[in-house]
């Protein structure tokens, strides 16, 4: 054990970024374990809730666990040349993240001191807080998408995969920390699986879950329990916000006026129309459209960016760049897109289909109380399509 090893402190950079070409090499690797010819980021992404989903938890068996306000990864288990255990955190930009703490370890069930490779976990880091206030890194696991080089995990069920993952990774791993309990405050980050729930259990979600969690939430995700892992946008995999939680990544387009001097300045031999970088520029919002001969392309939303006055002075004040940063917007009780945060984890705004999706969330505004009020039909739905399967 490294002597210097401790927890991450940033979840953002959580190691060292693999520079090219290692970071190519890495790609193929993982494009090769999962059996697919692309080598872009290989997670899933939910679509945005709307009211007919709530058909969907009807029809369909899913699972439900919080949307935790971290920052998503998958976890590479892998080795280096040296045969050496060794892990990457994948953002999705598609960087990978080496965990250069070297103390990280995923012992194998039948052998302590062996590891697992080949293995892609799919998660979220999150800063936990404490009672004593101390932050402390969590990489909560919703999903597993390779297990010791086999890919055909990914065709199987969604509590096939979580099981695979809690019988081979989790139960080994947990062990290793009952009889090493000192040995976890040395950790980059500590592993957990996500508490799932059957989709009925939701008043349990808000009333239990949610209240104890120890990092922020922004949700609740459903995942159907019979799918295969889908690479990209996946349908059965349902992101529930809050109406006027839902947020949208836009790219950010600064237009700044062009002024005429006024007389003090024309006194300074100033004489021309200037571009005044002082007040508040006409903010634009742009939505990605795909790329055309291999270059992105953009339309511009339907509305601005609402900068009040003193926000535009703080953004000045900071003096970071602006011009094309991506930007997640959230709408204010005006009806106003309002900047919540600089998205810097993200290369792209939000498609086109993206915005269109969480648009329809926004204007079905499926509230908490309408989950709660469908939870009944969802569990008497469940339990008939038990009763009706055909018993071994």
């Known amino acids: 054990m490294d002597p210097n090893a401790q927890p991450i402190h940033d979840i953002a950079q959580p190691g060292v970024r ?94 302590a001191e062996a590891f697992h490779v080949g293995t892609l976990i799919d998660g979220e880091l999150v800063m936990d807080r404490m009672e004593n206030g101390r932050l402390e890194p969590k990489f909560l696991v919703f999903d597993l998408l390779a297990l010791d080089g086999k890919d055909d995990l990914r065709n199987k069920s969604l509590d096939k995969r979580l099981g695979y993952f809690k019988e081979h990774i989790m139960k080994p791993y947990k062990k290793l920390f009952d009889e090493f309990p000192e040995e976890r405050k040395f950790q980059a980050f500590q592993v957990v699986m996500k508490e799932m729930q059957v989709s009925y259990g939701i008043e349990m979600m808000f009333r239990e879950v949610l209240p104890s969690l120890k990092h922020q939430n922004d949700g609740l995700i459903f995942t159907a329990r019979g799918t295969p892992y889908q690479f990209g946008t996946d349908p059965h995999i349902l992101k529930w916000k809050a109406p006027y939680d839902n947020t949208i990544d836009f790219r950010l387009l600064l237009n700044f006026p062009t002024v005429e001097p006024n007389e003090l300045e024309r006194a300074e031999g100033m004489t021309e129309p200037f571009v005044d970088y002082d007040s508040v520029p006409d903010a634009r919002l742009l939505v990605f459209t795909g790329s055309e001969r291999g270059q992105p392309t953009y339309q511009q939303f339907k509305d601005p960016l609402y900068l009040a006055e003193d926000e535009w002075e703080t953004l000045k004040a900071d003096g970071d760049p602006l011009q094309n940063r991506v930007i997640e917007c959230a709408l204010d009780e005006h009806g106003r897109w309002r900047l919540y945060r600089f998205r810097d984890d993200k290369n792209e705004a939000n498609h086109i289909s993206t915005v269109n999706s969480v648009l329809e969330s926004i204007r079905d505004g499926v509230k908490k109380s309408d989950l709660l009020d469908s939870a009944k039909a969802i569990k008497d739905n469940w339990k008939l399509r038990q009763q009706q399967q055909p018993h071994h």
Not at 58 to 71: A, L, P, Q, R
Request: with cysteine.
């Open 18 to 111: 693999a520079e090219y070409p290692l970071s190519k090499h890495l790609r193929e690797e993982v494009a090769k374990l999962l059996n697919r010819q692309s080598l872009g980021f290989p997670g899933a992404q939910p679509v945005s809730f709307a009211r007919r989903h709530l058909d969907e938890l009807k029809k369909e068996d899913y699972y439900v666990c919080e949307k935790s306000d971290g920052i998503r990864y998958l976890l590479y288990l892998t080795e280096d040349e040296n045969r050496r255990e060794c892990q990457y955190l994948i953002d999705r930009k598609n960087d990978y993240w080496y965990i250069h703490q070297r103390n990280l370890h995923f012992p194998m069930g039948h052998a």
